[in-house]
């Protein structure tokens, strides 16, 4: 038997593709290459992920990922798939990733003449009147043939004999009606009995063949039968139509009397098994009623023949033929079928990526198979319709994992019958992050007090940022940029940990030097490419009263008339405090064991003043001993000795002239043997002194 395969491609800008082959191909045959007619390279197929969607139960076909061929995996039977509909079309969808793409495959199967016709039984017992008139007609079950077209029944002829053969009514390869004709009047006593062959053949090549045997047996009698006003009648119901519900009353009539016009209903042996078990006639009042339910998506119309018998010793039938219409109702929801599926999607994905494909479906007809679909407003995604049926849910704006992280799209599908029905599923996928936010600090900016002398390794402060990314995206580490404050390097005063974002102190600060500072610390991520931010740090160093009082060079003598008034200034002590603030305030302090009251100290000047009158007898030198104190916590001092000369007024002074100048007191002349023993009195009494003051203090 020969076969022919063809191959059809279409636009494949349309992303559709149709194949013709015959049924029975041996397993392995290859039916096309799909990357050829697809114009692309094998090896995309499989980099791509490719995988195939299936309306069958059975797949009975694959595609190899290296040579990108269709080809059968499992033989292929036209009548188990189609039965014997004259079109039978596998649809399969090859569905690729990176990016996401479906086409359509519509294969069309078909026939060939590999079944011979068969009739049901294998001898026909029919009774026949002699008294029958040539031209009657006595119905006959046809034969049954699996194949369509012009593979199936198209013939039927009878073995030749003078008094019978066979009317057979049909179009384009289908016989509607058999039925074994009358030619010429019987006669019971010349033949009882008259056996014939019927015939059944196919158009298809090679020509088929089924036969069965007819057995007539001429009987007297009965010769009125029954008859039904129309032999034809059509019955239109809904498919939802209540089981046990009377569909028509058919009404018969026999001319003969008694028990020959008494008529007896039933459906004829010559219809399918099938269709009787969908129906039930009560035999005396002729009710066809509904027996089972009925399903318009399963089959749209059923014909039947109905026979009429009368209760003759000699039975007599009569028939008609009932076709019975079912309209479709709307009682099937649409089906929705995803197909493929991006469960994880970048939220970096541009406008128009596809994330599902799903088709969707109803079992119903016309008005009531329109199905639409929506998805919510509020979602970033829209819904497109390529192909019939097909649908693919599509990425309409940006998406922003910080906002939403995980999508449920609830999708609706909706028909248009009456009453409305609808169905949905939901379509879960999540946001896969990118490094599109860069930390951000608590604070723009820090100020923080450090008390100098601080010891290195303190902690001072803890800075903390925060990354809406998640993961190694949303990973911080901080550092410090260079600066320098003052010519010096601020790394040398404090580093950072890198992943707690705590500052130590490097070394101890000292006030003196540097009263504040500023560095800027960085907080990067650690994606790719990292994004970072900046925050500013001002340090500001807290003084310690860690210096004490510097007594300026100065006069540490003076000299003063003896003559002087009370409130004279004598001299003044000088000093300085390189602290600050309190730290840096002085006070100036007579010790308490000086032994004069000659002179006073103001407490915040250090001016050495006359307290009193000078009385002559009040010695020539004057040793103050004055405590510089300042005013921090724990207070620092020194000490100083001031040793002033009493001097004689001019009236009274012979050996020595003192000049004033400049407000200080300048000794011009003076008795050089005097000067130098009051000098080294004096030096070793100021030593005894600042010996036993440094042991006390």
């Not at 922003?400 to 019958?417: F, M, P, Q």
């Amino acid at each position: 038997m020969g076969i022919h395969l063809m191959i059809c491609l279409t636009d494949v800008t349309n992303g559709q593709i149709r194949y013709e082959i015959v049924e029975e191909l041996e397993k392995g045959t290859i039916i096309g290459n799909l990357a050829q007619d697809l114009q692309m390279d094998p090896k995309l197929l499989y980099n791509r992920k490719f995988h195939m969607t299936y309306d069958t139960k059975i797949q009975h076909f694959a595609i190899n990922s290296i040579t990108g061929t269709l080809h059968i995996t499992h033989r292929i039977d036209r009548e188990e798939l189609c039965a014997s509909s004259l079109h039978c079309v596998i649809r399969l969808g090859l569905v690729m990733d990176m990016p996401l793409v479906l086409y359509h495959i519509e294969i069309n199967i078909l026939d060939i003449n590999d079944n011979e016709p068969c009739f049901k039984e294998n001898e026909i017992v029919l009774a026949i009147a002699e008294s029958t008139d040539p031209g009657s007609h006595f119905p006959l079950e046809g034969a049954f043939d699996p194949d369509a077209s012009s593979n199936s029944v198209c013939l039927y002829f009878v073995s030749p004999n003078d008094f019978f053969d066979i009317d057979a009514h049909g179009s384009h390869y289908t016989i509607k009606s058999l039925a074994l004709s009358l030619k010429n009047t019987l006669d019971r006593e010349q033949q009882e009995i008259h056996e014939l062959t019927l015939t059944a053949a196919d158009c298809g090549r090679p020509k088929m063949t089924g036969t069965t045997q007819i057995k007539i047996l001429v009987q007297d009698a009965n010769d009125n039968p029954p008859v039904f006003p129309d032999p034809l009648y059509r019955v239109t119901i809904p498919e939802d139509y209540p089981v046990g519900s009377v569909l028509i009353i058919l009404n018969a009539t026999d001319n003969d009397d008694g028990r020959n016009r008494e008529i007896e209903y039933s459906i004829s042996s010559i219809v399918p098994v099938k269709v009787q078990q969908k129906f039930d006639i009560d035999k005396e009042k002729g009710e066809l009623r509904l027996r089972s339910n009925m399903d318009y998506e399963e089959r749209a119309f059923y014909e039947m023949q109905i026979q009429a018998k009368d209760h003759g010793q000699l039975p007599l039938t009569g028939h008609c033929e009932i076709i019975v219409e079912i309209t479709d109702v709307n009682d099937n929801a649409p089906e929705i079928k995803v197909t493929s599926l991006s469960s994880i999607i970048k939220e970096d994905a541009s406008p128009g990526f596809v994330i599902a494909l799903f088709t969707v479906t109803d079992r119903d007809s016309g008005n009531n198979s329109k199905v639409s679909c929506e998805i919510p407003d509020h979602f970033p995604f829209t819904l497109e319709s390529k192909f019939s049926n097909y649908y693919s849910l599509v990425l309409k704006h940006s998406l922003d994992r910080e906002s939403v992280e995980v999508y449920n799209v609830l999708i609706l599908a909706t028909d248009t019958g009456f009453p409305i029905l609808s169905s949905a599923t939901s379509i879960i996928f999540t946001v896969l992050d990118v490094n599109d936010n860069p930390p951000v600090f608590l604070q723009p900016s820090y100020k923080i007090s450090v008390l100098e002398n601080t010891l290195p390794e303190t902690l001072i402060l803890q800075v903390s940022a925060v990354d809406k990314d998640t993961n190694e995206n949303a990973w911080l580490s901080y550092t410090l940029l260079p600066s320098s404050s003052e010519g010096v390097k601020t790394t040398n005063f404090l580093k950072i940990d890198s992943h707690s974002g705590k500052i130590f102190l490097v070394n101890s600060l000292d006030y003196e030097k540097t009263h504040m500072f500023c560095v800027v610390i960085e907080a990067k991520d650690h994606g790719s490419p990292s994004l970072s931010n900046t925050a500013s740090l001002t340090v500001f160093i807290e003084d310690q009263n860690d210096n004490s009082p510097q007594i300026l060079p100065s006069l540490f003598s003076g000299e003063v008339w003896r003559s002087a008034q009370v409130g004279h200034v004598v001299t003044k002590v000088k000093a300085i405090d390189l602290d600050s603030g309190y730290n840096a305030w002085l006070r100036y302090e007579m010790i308490f064991f000086t032994n004069t009251s000659l002179f006073r100290v103001e407490l915040y000047t250090g001016d050495i003043i006359v307290s009193r009158t000078i009385e002559e007898t009040d010695e020539d030198l004057q040793n103050i001993f004055i405590m510089i104190k300042d005013h921090g916590e724990p207070p620092k001092s020194a000490m100083t000795v001031v040793t002033i000369t009493l001097l004689q007024s001019k009236e009274e002074e012979t050996d020595y002239n003192v000049v004033l100048a400049n407000n200080k007191m300048v000794i011009v002349d003076f008795n050089g043997h005097l000067i130098i023993a009051i000098s080294f009195i004096s030096s070793i009494f100021l030593l005894a002194v600042v010996s036993y003051v440094g042991f006390k203090y």
